[in-house]
């Protein structure tokens, strides 16, 4: 099921707006419930107040009487009880209902006392009050306790916040209609660019232009842009890998296709041999033709996915280099090799440190006269590991060293059967690994010195 960013971006807005409402509803009842308390509360001390103004003595008698404004003031729709109590200083109930509830505590001073209760089963809420009577034989306070039921209070909360929480629902409305058409104008430019994904060629690869968003969606179109160069490189790293291959076998094969046609054609069985022995070596050297183009194009940034992991360089090196010992023998060369006892640790990928190391000594086996000497050497530091590869052969000049890294690239003239991709192989293996080659004249020369500086395994993981 796919997920909608505008849906998700709208919740995200107006669920804390919602959560927020809901907080203010509830504080809302609160402050409508104190505001009708109060409201409440004042008109039943008006009215005690009132009441209270008739409690005087008369012939000997404390009395009250109970004026119609006194109940008056609680004349509205909901036609209200008010219950009043009216006590003499003795405690004698002088006026009222005599189950009217009695305050918790009776009222300090001349200060109003509120309270809730019930009567006769029904809630109310009722203030009582000491009113001082002047008197010779009844002096002291006199209680008056005035009650209203709760049907308007409870309208008068119910009106206050039904209106408030309505003005804050219509808030949240209009607050989702502005962040609606808010992200319709926010995400338009995201639309525009799905739409131009939709519909421009599928072979087009051409870059994405990251103005024309957000500067918070640009990581995302400069992501997007270094996938399509990706994309981009690989396919033309298989245009180029296919041009080579086809380039370079085009002719071996014409050249054994003519072999075949000459050895069918061809009685004499000696001449046949040699034809067959030709075809033999064109075989061989289109073989490893074939493997060197493959480990070039595993190399290649772009090329096949490589599996890197932590090995010992020294016994890959050395592995190469036994290797290529018969090749050393049967021209008579002096192969030496050194590393020291301890591993050399590196990250990378075994196959192509193998074809490192046997491009290098071979391609330096194949130019040097039969009876030199070739060396290879490995050394560790913390710049890394070093390996030289040296004879003593003619050497490269200076102005052809940059040059014999090009693909299919032969030093002229040139008497050594190869396929010029030697050093190609070993430039891109050791830029894969993050290394570095340089090419050097001896000392004393003639001869030519390859040094490769490759970053141990600890290197390669803090990089």
């Known amino acids: ?66 004026p119609p404004s006194a109940l008056e003031m609680f004349a509205s ?75 308007g209070r409870d309208r008068l909360v119910n009106e206050i916040w039904q209106n408030s929480l309505r003005d804050q629902l219509l808030l949240v409305g209009v607050a989702a209609l502005l962040a609606l058409l808010g992200l319709r104008r926010g995400l338009a430019p995201l639309l525009r660019l799905r739409d131009e994904l939709r519909s421009r060629d599928p072979e087009s690869l051409k870059a994405l232009e990251p103005d024309r968003v957000q500067g918070e969606l640009r990581p995302v179109i400069d992501a997007l842009n270094h996938a399509l160069e990706r994309v981009r490189a690989y396919i033309l790293l298989q245009r180029r890998f296919v041009a080579d291959a086809s380039h370079q076998l085009r002719t071996p094969l014409a050249v054994l296709k003519t072999q075949i046609a000459m050895a069918r054609q061809d009685d004499d069985p000696q001449l046949r041999r040699e034809a067959l022995s030709a075809i033999e070596g064109g075989v061989g050297s289109m073989g490893r033709l074939v493997n060197q183009l493959l480990t070039l194009a595993r190399a290649e940034p772009g090329g096949a996915a490589m599996r890197k992991e932590q090995l010992d360089f020294g016994t890959i090196a050395r592995k190469a280099v036994e290797g290529l010992g018969i090749i050393a023998f049967d021209r008579n060369i002096d192969l030496s090799f050194e590393a020291p006892d301890a591993a050399l640790p590196i990250y990378g990928h075994v196959t192509l440190l193998h074809e490192l190391v046997v491009n290098l000594v071979d391609n330096a086996l194949r130019h040097i006269p039969e009876g030199g000497r070739v060396a290879v050497r490995l050394a560790s530091s913390d710049a890394g ?79």
């Open 1 to 66: 099921m796919s997920r909608s960013l505008r849906a998700e971006l709208l919740a995200w807005l107006l669920l804390p707006l919602v959560a927020v409402v809901a907080f203010n509803g509830w504080t809302l009842r609160l402050d409508a419930t104190r505001t009708a308390d109060l409201i409440t509360d004042r008109t039943l001390l008006a009215s005690a107040r009132v009441i209270a103004e008739q409690v005087k003595e008369s012939d000997g008698r404390v009395e009250s009487l109970i």
């Open 385 to 463: 590991i070093l390996l030289v590869v040296e004879d003593d052969g003619p050497g490269i000049p200076e102005a052809d060293r940059e040059r014999v890294f090009e693909r299919f690239n032969r030093l002229a003239p040139s008497t050594v059967e190869g396929t010029g991709l030697g050093l190609a192989i070993v430039k891109e293996i050791v830029a894969a690994h993050d290394g570095a080659i340089v090419l050097m004249e001896t000392q004393p020369p003639p001869g030519l010195r390859v040094e490769v500086r490759l970053p141990t395994a600890d290197a390669a993981a803090k990089s």
């Open 77 to 151: 729709p909901d036609r209200e009880k008010v219950i009043y109590r009216v006590l003499s200083p003795s405690g004698e109930l002088i006026a009222g209902f005599p189950d009217v509830v009695e305050p918790p505590k009776p009222p300090q001073g001349l200060e109003p006392a509120y309270y809730e209760g019930e009567f006769r089963t029904e809630p109310v809420r009722a203030v009582a009050l000491a009113q001082p009577v002047i008197s010779k034989v009844y002096g002291g306070n006199a209680l008056v306790i005035v009650a209203t039921t709760l049907h």
